[in-house]
Antibody
Framework: EVQLVESGGGLVQPGGSLRLSCAAS????????MSWVRQAPGKGLEWVAN????????YYVDSVKGRFAISRDNAKNSLNLQMNSLRGEDTAVYYC????????????????????WGQGALVTVSS | DIVMTQSPDSLAVSLGERATINCKSS????????????LAWYQQKPGQPPKLLIY???TRESGVPDRFSGSGSGTDFTLTISSLQAEDVAVYYC?????????FGQGTKVEIK
């Protein structure tokens, strides 16, 4: 059974940093692209970033470019999101998602859908 | 970025009746070379993560009841719940994966009348 478990959420002041992690199990982690998707309180879903199977390619939504960094450790079956220069609008539940192997790959990135999702980690940016 | 617009924002349907949710993309998500529409649907119940229901606009994910069906092509898509059950109360999202960034509709809340 595929399992994704996020950790590292919490309260942080504007301008601060936080690192999220996602522990994956139940599948061959190194064979899948992985994504982070967020959901502000009472709002819809927003894709944040994804990373290629071997970590050699990473793509971000414009609103987090230069502030967030996605990474992975295939030896530990772990996905990470380093979030710096946090803003109030970054307040959200952050979901780790396994990217499907069905997608569209071009020079802008790999676009697909999430076929398995974690329960999410709440990040609150407030003073 | 491709903008996804769902309608209605919410709907109330009697148990056993049909529920229909529409999704419109700002540009076509149909890829001619493989004849596929890059459109997925999710269900999100309160306090839970999204659950994949449908991809390629009409392919049901394994384990999804057959009362859920997807249709449409190009820019206009529909999710239909043929006979609403109590456990179907949720918010439903469409999502395009034709281009990066993948983008979602704003969601449609389905309730029992």
């Amino acid at each position: 059974e595929v399992q994704l478990v996020e950790s590292g959420g919490g309260l942080v002041q504007p301008g601060g940093s936080l690192r999220l992690s996602c522990a994956a199990s139940g599948f061959t982690f190194s064979s899948y692209w992985m994504s982070w998707v967020r959901q502000a309180p009472g709002k819809g879903l927003e894709w944040v970033a994804n990373i290629k199977e071997d970590g050699s390619e990473r793509y971000y939504v414009d609103s987090v470019k230069g502030r967030f960094a996605i990474s992975r450790d295939n030896a530990k079956n772990s996905l990470n999101l380093q979030m710096n220069s946090l803003r109030g609008e970054d307040t959200a539940v952050y979901y780790c998602a396994r990217d499907s192997t069905f997608g569209f790959y071009d020079n802008s990135g790999y676009s697909t859908f999430g076929d398995h999702w974690g329960q999410g980690a709440l990040v609150t940016v407030s003073s | 970025d491709i903008v996804m617009t769902q309608s209605p924002d919410s709907l109330a349907v009697s148990l056993g009746e049909r529920a229909t949710i529409n999704c419109k993309s700002s540009q076509s998500v149909y890829y001619i070379s493989n004849s596929k529409n890059y459109l997925a649907w999710y269900q999100q119940k309160p306090g839970q993560p999204p659950k994949l229901l449908i991809y390629w606009a009409s392919t049901r994910e394994s384990g999804v009841p057959d009362r859920f069906s997807g249709s449409g092509s190009g820019t206009d898509f529909t999710l239909t719940i043929s006979s609403l059950q109590a456990e179907d109360v949720a918010v439903y999202y469409c999502q395009q994966y034709y281009s990066t960034p993948r983008t979602f509709g704003q969601g449609t809340k389905v309730e029992i009348k």
